[in-house]
């Protein structure tokens, strides 16, 4: 199992719907989750981090977090165009070295 | 606030060259990271450093890359000699700690022919 597992997609939404992207790590004691947002042929951009169980909003974003399950996901309600992209989740695992983690990235398009 | 700086932003080199990357963080953090993304695939952590000391360097391959971050601000990558295996895009991050968000260099675009 990889340390941190994504869908790679690609994950394609209508305008407007919500897109849903997944993530589940491997370090049970993982204390911090990240989320990245990276444009082709650009850096990524983080758009939101959580550390605590439960959802933490910012805007059109939800960050969602169940330690017990060991799954981090995030929620993009109203999707725009601007909205494509390839996520990337990060968890920092604390049984590897406090070791920065990066998926491989979903995929996302959004169809006007 | 200025973000993290790399350059070059693009190198085209024959293997067997050296190739050197700089990285100047965002002021204050102390925390430092090289990467490199290979197409389709999430960053992969190369080295840490927390201030000048590195922390974490068991992904980089040591026959060939190094690494400094002297008095603890800039930092330098290096390859020497490349192969064409290296080709990929090497992403700078800084973070005020080890455990906390990272900020994005814009990377420098490495082809080696």
């Known amino acids: 199992q990889k340390e941190v597992e994504q869908n790679s997609g690609p994950l394609s939404v209508p305008e407007g719907a919500i897109a849903s992207l997944n993530c589940t790590y491997s370090d049970r004691v993982s204390q911090s989750f990240f989320w990245y947002r990276q444009y082709s042929g650009k850096s990524p951009e983080l758009i939101m981090s959580?550390?605590?169980?439960g959802d933490k909003e910012d805007g059109r974003f939800t960050a969602q977090l169940n330690k017990a399950s060991q799954y981090v996901s995030l929620l993009i309600r109203d999707s725009q165009p601007s909205d494509s992209a390839t996520y990337l989740c990060a968890v920092n695992l604390r049984t590897i070295g406090n070791q920065f983690y990066f998926g491989t990235g979903t995929s996302l398009t959004v169809i006007p | 606030e200025a973000g993290v700086v790399q350059s070059p932003r693009y190198k085209i080199i024959e293997k067997k060259q050296p190739v050197a990357f700089w990285c100047n963080p965002i002021?204050?953090?102390?925390?430092l990271y090289w990467y490199r993304q290979n197409l389709g695939q999430g960053p992969e952590l190369l080295i840490r450093?927390?201030?000048?000391?590195?922390?974490?360097d068991s992904q980089l391959p040591k026959d060939r890359f190094s690494a400094e971050r002297l008095k603890g601000v800039d930092s330098t990558l290096k390859i020497q000699p490349a192969e064409l295996g290296d080709s990929a895009v090497y992403l700078c991050?800084?973070?005020?700690?080890?455990?906390?968000?990272?900020?994005f260099g814009p990377g420098t675009r490495l082809t080696v022919l």
């Open positions: 002021s204050g953090h102390n925390t």
């Open positions: 959580i550390y605590s169980n």
């Open positions: 991050a800084s973070s005020l700690r080890g455990d906390n968000e990272q900020f």
């Open positions: 450093y927390e201030n000048e000391e590195a922390v974490d």
